[in-house]
């Protein structure tokens, strides 16, 4: 298993532009989360899913999209990138019991750095 | 004011040596608590989940008070390879929404 991946690795972006990140996870999990990793900030939270076709809000969700149109993938797009969205993007997955008990340990992805000039 | 503190140190200290981290979260209703650990440029991972009754794995000892509202990770005999970031991580919901501590540095030196 390749756990969960993300595309691209790092990425250089002009004010304005646009672009997605994809993170894929082959641990059939059901839950998917995009967090942003800034220093001296920790881990905040984009937004989520919490299976195939459906998204939610997190704690910084302006100025980002999400969609979640296959079970293994999330998507986070940002329509026109500003210098305040550089960061480390993190994506993460944990899977949904049968017994509907969620199994909270999340698994993270490698990250994408982004640089917004 | 931030859901979970920790003090974001650096603690350095010499191999072999015992370190205690804490942490202090504001939501009682919390009711899931991790210690992840972060290397420098990489991804979180999950050091091991926080109870109640306290548990231990190998040199990792990690505590919980609920009254207090406290949780601590204790490492003894460090190892150079201890050098990291451990983040405080605590859940309302099982899940989801975990709210992450801006994490404490550890350096073990020689």
């Known amino acids: 298993n390749a756990g969960v991946t993300q595309t691209p690795k790092f990425r250089v972006l002009k004010t304005g532009q646009s672009m997605t990140l994809l993170c894929a996870q082959d641990m059939n999990h059901e839950y998917m989360y995009w967090y942003r990793q800034d220093p001296g900030m920790g881990l905040r939270l984009i937004h989520y899913s919490v299976g195939e076709g459906t998204t939610a809000k997190g704690e910084v969700p302006d100025g980002y999209n999400v969609s979640r149109l296959k079970k293994q993938n999330f998507l986070l797009g940002l329509e026109s990138a500003a210098p305040s969205q550089t960061s480390v993007y993190f994506c993460a997955s944990n899977l949904r019991t049968s017994g509907g008990q969620y199994q909270e340990t999340q698994y993270f992805g490698p990250g994408t750095r982004l640089l917004v000039l | ?110």
């Open chain 2, 1 to 110: 004011r931030k859901e979970v503190e920790q003090d974001p140190g650096p603690f350095n200290v010499p191999e072999g040596a015992t370190v205690a981290f804490n942490c202090t979260y504001s939501n009682s209703a919390s009711q899931s608590f991790f210690w992840y650990r972060q290397d420098c440029r990489k991804e979180p991972k999950l050091l091991m989940s926080v109870y109640s009754s306290g548990n231990e794995d190998g040199r990792f000892t990690a505590q919980l008070n609920r009254a207090s509202q406290y949780i601590s990770l204790l490492i003894r005999d460090s190892k150079l390879s201890d050098s990291a970031t451990y983040l405080c991580v605590v859940a309302w919901y099982s899940g989801y929404a975990l709210n992450f501590g801006k994490g404490t540095s550890l350096l073990v030196t020689p």
